[in-house]
């Protein structure tokens, strides 16, 4: 079965400081990569996703993560956090042509001033 | 705005009780899933449908069921409830089946079993 590890629970940032979120993913397949982003109070959206190509990919907002099939990674980066990226992130991954979203536990990001 | 509509927004009930969540999709989308996001577990698949038919299912407890209606939208029935119940459901929609790309999310249902 499929799976999803974030190993970061909670994160301290503050602001214009470095990110690196971890997303690790257990399934032998080809997979669909996704990281979620759930502001507070509001509902989940798409960050990014990965479906084919160039294993670098870029989002919304500054944030970017990289595929490396041999790690089984989807790590998520931004340069430089801001304040108003304080939220939770998950990271999603479906097996190739199906439809079942599974989500890792989530990581808490909280970025001072 | 995702365009997808949850009720009730919050809900506290006793244990033993039923409760029926109900999710609209976006106008268009074919396709309903339903989450269980409570803190020792995260976001929990439960079960998808599409355009009216069960498609996928995942960690959903036997006192929980589902439907999705002619009209798309789609209820989550919560009974004989327990106080592990208590978590925020979201349903989720997306355009087709077979297509894995974006989900749109609601805002969640509150449930709090006492």
């Known amino acids: 079965a499929q799976s999803v590890s974030q190993h970061n629970h909670h994160v301290i940032l503050s602001e214009a400081a470095s990110l690196e979120l971890g997303c690790n993913y257990s399934?032998?397949?080809?997979?669909?990569l996704f990281w979620y982003v759930q502001y507070p109070g509001q509902h989940l959206q798409l960050l990014l996703k990965?479906?084919?190509?160039?294993?670098l990919v870029k989002g919304i907002k500054g944030f970017e993560a990289e595929f490396i099939k041999s790690k089984f990674s989807f790590n998520l980066r931004k340069p430089s956090v801001q304040w108003s990226d304080t939220a939770e992130y998950f990271c999603?991954?479906?097996?190739?042509?199906?439809?079942?979203?599974?989500f890792g536990t989530g990581t808490r990001l909280q970025v001072f001033p | 705005d995702s365009g997808v509509t949850q009720t009730p927004k919050h809900l506290i009930t006793a244990t033993g009780q039923r409760v029926t969540l109900r999710c609209s999709p976006r106008?268009?989308?074919?396709?309903v899933y339903w989450y269980q996001q409570s803190l020792d577990q995260g976001l929990q698949f439960l079960i998808q449908?599409?355009?009216?038919?069960?498609?996928a299912k995942g960690n959903i407890l036997e006192r929980f069921s589902a439907q999705q209606f002619p009209d798309l939208h789609s209820e989550l029935n919560l009974s004989s409830l327990e106080l592990g119940d208590s978590a925020l459901y979201f349903c989720?929609?997306?355009?087709?089946?077979?297509?894995?790309?974006?989900?749109?999310f609601g805002e969640g249902s509150r449930l709090t079993v006492l």
């Open positions: 999603a991954v479906t097996a190739y042509n199906t439809d079942k979203l599974i």
């Open positions: 399934y032998g397949g080809t997979v669909n």
């Open positions: 106008s268009g989308d074919l396709s």
């Open positions: 989720a929609s997306s355009p087709r089946t077979g297509e894995t790309g974006e989900l749109f």
């Open positions: 449908y599409y355009n009216g038919e069960e498609r």
């Open positions: 990965y479906f084919s190509g160039d294993p």
